[in-house]
């Protein structure tokens, strides 16, 4: 590449689990000390560190190439770039957060036009005033800078709405969520000038293969077994597999080994019934990536 992708990786709560994904795609990337600027093992890409909620401007004024950075912040920011890849993760798991509205648990506010001529607080505050504009509730919405919950507890707000995973966070705070506006997810994102560049654009499309193989392969694990011919049928059709396994003869046995990949929410189930139906030396493995 005769220009560096310049890449831009989330600070805060998506970093650390930007850099393991990156790391389980064969990106190795060094944050040293407090640099904006880590290392990474590819001399056609440059990293920079900067907040996700600031990632589609500097994408969309070209100062990166591409990003990472949620669904939400590019709706907050009205952003024009081109989102390449929709990457399901989070600092918790390979699931959706949510922007949802909370309360005090003693609120008598129950639904949104409970909220007419009331005051949140948040930090998604574009994204929050249309959301009420767009259903005819006048609120007034307040930028919140952090510990959003805590407005609302002391009193200087009577809503917030703030991101969660699984809501134990607001819950501990004594609130209480009475509507979900948002479901948001990581995305990677490029200048639309970086995309109509064919060097890039490859480079780009490589990194969101990778990335999306290695979340692909988190939710699954390969298994291996031998077998022994009368019980190869029986155990075969025991297993999932992403298409038929891989059954090959033993050297100068009866015996057969079986491999094959299947979701890691399974085996549990399907290893007592491998044993039961003649299946031995059962090893299972992780995966890096499934493509």
Not at 93 to 100: E, I, N, T
Not at 248 to 262: M, R
Request: charged letters at 25%; one cysteine or more; proline letters at 4%.
């Amino acid at each position: 590449m005769t220009e560096k992708l310049k890449l831009g990786i989330p600070k805060g709560s998506l970093q650390e689990a930007t850099i393991a994904l990156f790391k389980r795609s064969g990106w190795k990337i060094d944050i040293n000390g407090r640099s904006y600027f880590p290392e990474i093992n590819d001399n056609t890409i440059e990293c920079a560190i900067c907040r996700a909620q600031e990632m589609s401007r500097y994408v969309e004024s070209g100062t990166l190439d591409a990003g990472l950075t949620g669904k939400d912040w590019i709706s907050e920011n009205e952003s024009d770039v081109q989102v390449v890849e929709d990457l399901v993760y989070s600092k918790v798991s390979q699931r959706p957060a949510r922007w949802v509205l909370a309360v005090p648990y003693n609120s008598n506010i129950e639904k949104l036009e409970d909220l007419a001529g009331k005051k949140i607080a948040t930090e998604l505050v574009n994204f929050t005033k249309k959301y009420f504009a767009r259903r005819g509730i006048d609120v007034k919405v307040e930028f919140s800078w952090g510990a959003t919950e805590a407005k609302v507890v002391s009193g200087l707000a009577d809503a917030i709405v703030e991101v969660t995973e699984t809501g134990s966070t607001i819950k501990a705070h004594g609130l209480k969520i009475i509507h979900e506006l948002l479901q948001t997810n990581t995305r990677l994102i490029a200048n639309h000038a970086a995309w109509a560049n064919p060097e890039k654009r490859e480079k780009i499309k490589q990194i969101a293969l990778l990335l999306k193989s290695a979340l692909l392969a988190e939710k699954m694990v390969g298994l291996k077994m031998n077998v022994p011919e009368e019980k190869l049928k029986q155990v075969v059709e025991i297993l999932p597999s992403l298409n038929a396994p891989t059954v090959s003869p033993l050297y100068q046995s009866d015996w057969f080994a079986v491999e094959t990949v299947v979701a890691s929410s399974v085996v549990r189930d399907i290893i007592p019934e491998l044993l039961k139906n003649g299946a031995e030396g059962i090893i299972e493995y992780p995966l890096n990536k499934v493509i």
